[in-house]
């Protein structure tokens, strides 16, 4: 649980540049990477340059959640999170970072995202949704999550214990599975070993590290 949520305002003009990121002339290629980043850590950037070296990506654009529908997040520490990422990927001028999710007041849904994304590029753009196999076995419980397969090509980062006969075959047709030595980070043990006053360097960039001592964060029981 997050202790102490700073206040981080994020003027229109930046919001809004990062949330419609228009093609500037020819087809690009966009990877979109969802999830709660809390906190981002080495294997979500490790994750993101193989996408973006083996799909020949132009950019990658973070989402941190808002009110995800099939999970629980804290609903304060949206923006903290949002800041998070942007020191974790700011060294790497091919990722951007988008509040799109987190300035909704409803929930938010991946089709939502995905269409305002595709509206506000050219027809040619081609969007790569990027999620780990854990996820991958639950897009069915997504909304529209048929028409969402049709509208993007969905890039799954399987774990090596992943067993892909778990996934619906409908679904497997559909989506493209990148089997790498994925590091085995999560955010959650870095929460707890914030919790417990252990080292976390080994699992996040020293920004984000540096943010979570500075501001206390994962520090409740």
Same mark, same amino acid.
């Given at each position: ?51 973006? &070296? *083996? #799909? !020949?990506?132009? +950019?990658? /654009?973070?989402? $941190? ?7 629980? =997040? ?72 048929? &028409? *969402? #397969? !049709?509208?993007? +090509?969905? /890039?799954?980062? $399987? ?7 778990? =996934? ?54």
């Amino acid at each position: 649980m997050v202790s102490e949520q700073p206040n981080h305002r994020i003027t229109s003009e930046q919001s809004e540049r990062n949330n419609l990121i228009t093609c500037d002339g020819g087809a690009l290629r966009i990877g979109i990477f969802g999830g709660a980043f809390n906190p981002p850590h080495k294997g979500h950037l490790f994750l993101a340059r193989k996408a973006k &070296e *083996l #799909l !020949k990506l132009d +950019k990658i /654009i973070f989402i $941190p959640a808002g009110r995800a529908p099939h999970r629980r =997040i804290e609903r304060d520490s949206s923006r903290t999170r949002y800041k998070m990422v942007s020191l974790a990927i700011k060294n790497y001028p091919y990722f951007k970072v988008s509040d799109i999710e987190i300035k909704r007041k409803s929930r938010s849904f991946t089709i939502e995202t995905v269409k305002k994304f595709k509206r506000n590029h050219s027809k040619n753009t081609k969007i790569y949704f990027i999620i780990g196999g854990d996820e991958a076995l639950k897009i069915q419980k997504w909304k529209e999550y048929r &028409e *969402l #397969l !049709k509208v993007c +090509k969905f /890039i799954v980062f $399987p774990r090596k214990d992943f067993n892909l006969k778990s =996934i619906d075959p409908w679904v497997k047709e559909r989506v493209k599975f990148l089997n790498l030595d994925v590091p085995d980070i999560s955010s959650s043990e870095i929460r707890s070993r914030t919790r417990f006053k252990k080292a976390i360097y080994r699992f996040v960039s020293p920004q984000v590290e540096r943010y979570i001592k500075e501001h206390k964060l994962y520090k409740g029981g």
